[in-house]
Nanobody, 126 residues
């Protein structure tokens, strides 16, 4: 499966942004999807994840209540709604997909994901 992340940009602290991850090449509903980010000079970290059908989601503690992950399998797209963004949210954001046979499975680990998009830059100004 090929993934294309988009929607990044420059936003002021307290503002909102919606990222999209468009998939092509395979049946998208067979893949759990995660959003990760990599701040400058730091390792890639988990942001949010969603199961095959969208019935299960998980978030990093710092994103709970601010970010919402969702998916539309009819459009082969996963979204990350980012509200009340903070300067520390500045990073390159990546979407990733993993094959799983468990409908409610969500993984927070980078190593569990098989396919990665190219990343989209999010910059939050204070």
């Amino acid at each position: 499966v090929q993934l294309q992340a988009s929607g990044g940009g420059l936003v002021q602290a307290g503002g909102s942004l919606r990222l999209s991850c468009a998939a092509s090449g395979r049946t998208f509903s067979n893949y759990a999807v995660g959003w990760f980010r990599q701040p400058p000079g730091k390792e890639r970290e988990f942001v949010a994840g969603i199961s095959l059908s969208g019935s299960s989601t998980d978030y990093a503690d710092s994103e709970k209540g601010r970010f919402t992950i969702s998916r539309d399998n009819t459009k082969n797209t996963v979204f990350l709604q980012m509200n009340n963004v903070k300067p520390e949210d500045t990073a390159v954001y990546y979407c990733a997909a993993r094959v799983t046979y468990y409908s409610s499975s969500v993984s927070t680990r980078v190593a569990h994901y098989d396919y990665w998009g190219q990343g989209t830059q999010v910059t939050v100004s204070s």
